[in-house]
């Protein structure tokens, strides 16, 4: 199809895409993470929060690491932080959120761990505050 009415609609059709994209890609959580106040591990625990698919891939769709002695905090997950092409917040539209206590500060959960998750948390409608309590012994 040719002409200025097909051009025209090429345009919109591309400007409706373009803003589709950036909103999708623009998607990030703001949590508030800590550790519950009867929770005692070894100051040289790491935190590990991430988000990852409710249903699909196991793999972390965005991920954060600090020290157990920055908490509490407020952590910003982003698609900036997906591990792999293709598999970040952008690409899911519902996810569930993990804050992770490691004492042996491996990425991979271990007995002795603690951790807290969210609800399903549907990207679309991103709720203003996310509040993970790090309490719950890990369960493998």
Do not use: C, H, W
């Amino acid at each position: 199809v040719s002409g200025e009415r097909a051009d025209m609609l090429r345009r919109a059709i591309s400007n409706i895409n373009t803003e589709v994209t950036s909103e999708v890609s623009a998607r990030s959580l703001t949590v508030q993470v800590s550790a519950a106040d009867n929770l005692v591990v070894p100051q040289s625990s790491a935190v590990f929060v991430y988000a990852r698919a409710a249903s699909g891939p196991p793999a972390p769709l965005a991920v954060q690491r600090m020290s157990v002695t920055t908490l509490p905090r407020e952590v910003i997950l982003d698609e900036t932080m997906a591990m792999i092409e293709g598999m970040g917040l952008a690409n899911f539209d519902q996810v569930i959120v993990i804050a992770r206590i490691s004492r042996s500060g491996d990425v991979m959960p271990k007995v002795g761990d603690y951790e807290a998750r969210s609800e399903i948390i549907d990207m679309n409608e991103i709720p203003d505050e996310i509040r993970l309590i790090i309490a719950d012994p890990v369960s493998l």
